[in-house]
Nanobody, 124 residues
Framework: QVRLVESGGGSVQAGGFLRLSCEAS????????MAWFRKAPGKERKFVAA????????SYDDSIEDRFTISRDKIKNTISLQMNFLKPEDTATYYC?????????????????WGQGTQVTVST
């Protein structure tokens, strides 16, 4: 049974940083793309970044503006999201997800598995 467990969320001031982690278990993920999505109150869930488990190739939403970095650790079976220069508009619940699709990774419907989420709050 696939399990994705996020951690690392918290409250920070604008300009600060956080590192989110997602521990993946229950499957071999070599043929998966792993991603972070976020959902702010009253808004739709939105793609943040994705990484190909096998190759490490990454993709990002344009709104991230190079502030975030996604990575995967094949030994620890974890996905990380380093978030720098955080802004209040980054406040959201962040979700880890896994997909066997190789296209349209921005589309949450392409993902087979989801974590429970971790809250990130950025204050002014």
């Amino acid at each position: 049974q696939v399990r994705l467990v996020e951690s690392g969320g918290g409250s920070v001031q604008a300009g600060g940083f956080l590192r989110l982690s997602c521990e993946a278990s229950g499957h071999t993920f070599n043929d998966y793309r792993m991603a972070w999505f976020r959902k702010a109150p009253g808004k739709e869930r939105k793609f943040v970044a994705a990484v190909d488990w096998r190759s490490g190739r990454t993709s990002y939403d344009d709104s991230i503006e190079d502030r975030f970095t996604i990575s995967r650790d094949k030994i620890k079976n974890t996905i990380s999201l380093q978030m720098n220069f955080l802004k209040p508009e980054d406040t959201a619940t962040y979700y880890c997800a896994a997909s066997q699709s190789e296209v349209e990774l921005w589309d949450g419907a392409r993902y087979d598995y989801w974590g429970q989420g971790t809250q990130v709050t950025v204050s002014t």
